[in-house]
């Protein structure tokens, strides 16, 4: 979905999924330190070791608003996006970035948000899908998915359509092996994927009509 993710598989094709870049870096990079945003070091506070139990402050932007809360350094954004300002849209799944249930966008790019540290997020513009709807009215991708039908069940739904809107700021006219790419880190165990594919297609031209 990025050139920075673009990288070779050893199979003669080129390009990486974010689950599969996680898979291969994540583990590594988690056991011996915590960065955030390419590459960028955490905040002071997040580095250091905290005893369970102690609070630190932390002030995130989420869908347009401000908050300031009090929260342990080890827990997750999508923990307090869900227990603290009740903002469900945002799944718990597999909690290892496996799944994409709990994709948000922070700075417009999507990110799993159960890996994401709540003081890596702190400064940057979060978005989860309940960010989308302009009062009742719904996004382009959300309208898309809605109308190909592209859900069953529906619990990876949020994190699908984020992983579309991050996937359609960045490239608006995707083809469909870009879209099949960007899509990748988003598990449906129902199997809609063809319904998804198609849903992204006609929100890129939904997009750009508006």
């Known amino acids: 979905m990025e ?5 070779s598989n050893g199979q003669g094709r080129k390009g990486i999924s974010r689950r599969g870049f996680i ?4 583990a590594g990079a988690l056991a011996t330190t915590v ?11 997040a580095a250091e070791v905290a005893e369970k139990g102690e609070m630190v ?3 995130l932007q989420v869908n347009g608003r401000r908050h300031r809360f009090k929260v342990e350094p080890r827990w997750s954004l999508l923990d307090v996006l869900r227990e603290k300002l009740g903002l ?5 799944g597999c909690g290892r970035g496996e799944c994409g249930a709990c994709t948000v966008l922070i700075d417009g790019r999507p990110r799993y948000a159960c890996l994401t540290l709540v003081l890596e997020a702190e400064g940057k513009a979060i978005t989860t899908i309940e960010g989308l709807l302009k009062g009742d009215e719904l996004s382009p991708v ?12 529906g619990y990876c739904t949020p994190g699908q359509i984020m992983a579309a809107e991050g996937l359609l700021r960045v490239n608006p006219n995707p083809s469909i ?5 960007g899509m990748s880190g988003n598990l449906c165990r129902c199997g809609s994927y063809a319904h998804i594919f198609k849903a992204v297609e006609q929100a890129a031209k939904l997009r750009r009509t508006i």
Do not use: Y
Request: hydrophobic share 40%; aromatic share 4%; glycine share 8%.
């Open 35 to 45: 960065v955030g945003d390419l590459g960028k070091p955490l905040p002071a506070a």
């Open 142 to 153: 959300q309208k898309a998915f809605w109308d190909n039908d592209a859900m069953q069940c």
């Open 88 to 92: 469900t849209g945002p799944k718990l």
């Open 3 to 7: 050139k920075d993710r673009k990288v």
């Open 177 to 181: 092996e870009e879209i099949r790419l």
């Open 57 to 59: 402050h932390v002030s």
């Open 23 to 26: 898979q291969l870096v994540g």
